[in-house]
């Protein structure tokens, strides 16, 4: 299948170069006031769409992407235009078409692979971490692996524990891969095209209910060569009181919080990680020593998570600005319920936040993590 792949694109392979040339990185910025909106499906449609089209390597890879488009609508009219030897159905069994998009990157192609849910991935972890992740390091640097791993990441709802948990930190602590979150419609454009043209494997965090949210998007985010630099985070607000570090739809929420701070005399900056490895340490760490107090969100488990590894950061670096214990908010260190109220429970809510904003500012004594 590998050769079949290689040949029906050989004739086309030029194409990359061009492309690169035209590569344009747009840097950190605030939204554009432009009354244009977009919905994050169509962001990553979009960006499928015109990535494929710049470059013939690129391909689709994964369970409904063609003939169904997608079971998110992701691929939507990209087998039409490109047909099925560039969006290929594949049997139930993501360990076998992850090692199939392995092999066609050390071939020079291009795969975008999806799963229907990141905790699918785990029957291709091997293929993942074992080959993607560290083959250019083994080969010392004769191969590289320029495959995305993308797909819904994280908590639904009422989809129970084997369908709803976050692995940015499980992919983040891995050596060899790039892992990327976004949040908005800009952040999926601009990270999904940075993440195809990268010459890295790139795990692609996406979120199930971010889908169908429709965010405000430049006319600089509708041009084909629109890219955002992987490894740097967005602030989304700024404040001078506390900094409130998240990603994903946990960003959302953290603006939501820094909202209802507000009204309480309470400066929060926002910091859109948007990049989970590598890490923005520098944002962080200015944004730290201008506030000096922290509170870390996300939706995964406490233990060894993202706001772990940001909290660790912020003591390396920046530990005699702190004015406060840092907080981390995170899910429950449980699997996911399914019930509606116990699964609420087991994810972080604005109110959470908000509370762990305020210890921050209140007090001088240290208090356990919040889950």
């Known amino acids: 299948m590998l050769g079949v792949l290689r040949r029906k694109v050989a004739c086309k392979a030029n194409a990359a170069s061009a492309l690169e040339q035209g590569i344009r990185i747009v840097a950190s910025r605030a939204f554009s006031s432009s009354g244009k909106e977009m919905t994050v499906r169509d962001a990553l449609n979009s960006a499928l769409d015109e990535e494929m089209s710049a470059d013939p390597k690129v391909f689709i890879m994964g369970e409904e992407v063609g003939e169904y488009q997608g079971a998110y609508k992701i691929s939507k009219g990209l087998l039409e235009k490109y047909g099925p030897d560039r969006v290929l159905d594949t049997p139930i069994t993501e360990a076998g078409f992850a090692g199939i998009g392995v092999g066609a990157a050390y071939y020079g192609l291009r795969p975008v692979i999806e799963f229907m849910t990141f905790n699918f991935s785990m029957q291709a972890i091997d293929h993942i971490i074992?080959?993607?992740?560290?083959?250019?390091?083994?080969?010392?640097?004769?191969?590289?692996?320029?495959?995305?791993?993308?797909?819904?990441?994280?908590?639904?709802?009422?989809?129970?524990?084997?369908?709803?948990?976050?692995?940015?930190?499980?992919?983040?602590?891995?050596?060899?891969?790039?892992?990327?979150?976004?949040?908005?419609?800009?952040?999926?454009?601009?990270?999904?095209?940075?993440?195809i043209r990268d010459p890295d494997p790139v795990v692609f965090l996406e979120n199930e209910l971010l889908y169908g949210e429709s965010f405000p998007v430049s006319a600089e985010a509708l041009d084909s060569s629109f890219c955002l630099p992987i490894g740097k985070a967005k602030i989304e607000r700024e404040g001078k009181d506390v900094t409130i570090t998240a990603f994903s739809k946990m960003v959302g929420y953290a603006l939501q919080a820094a909202e209802i701070l507000a009204k309480d005399g309470i400066s929060a900056e926002v910091i859109n990680l948007r990049s989970i490895r590598p890490l923005d340490r520098s944002t962080i760490n200015a944004s730290v020593r201008k506030t000096n107090r922290l509170v870390t969100v996300e939706e995964g488990f406490p233990q060894h998570g993202v706001g772990a590894e940001i909290c660790a950061s912020v003591l390396e670096d920046s530990f005699e600005y702190l004015d406060a214990a840092v907080e981390r908010i995170a899910g429950a260190d449980v699997p996911m319920p399914y019930a509606a109220n116990l699964e609420r429970m087991a994810v972080p809510q604005v109110d959470d936040i908000v509370r762990a904003a305020k210890r921050a500012c209140y007090r001088s004594s240290s208090l356990a993590a919040t889950a």
């Open 130 to 195: 074992n080959s993607a992740a560290k083959s250019n390091y083994m080969s010392a640097g004769q191969i590289s692996v320029p495959i995305v791993f993308r797909g819904p990441n994280g908590a639904a709802a009422g989809v129970g524990a084997q369908h709803s948990q976050c692995y940015a930190a499980w992919y983040g602590s891995c050596p060899g891969l790039k892992v990327l979150a976004p949040y908005s419609s800009e952040d999926a454009r601009g990270l999904l095209k940075a993440a």
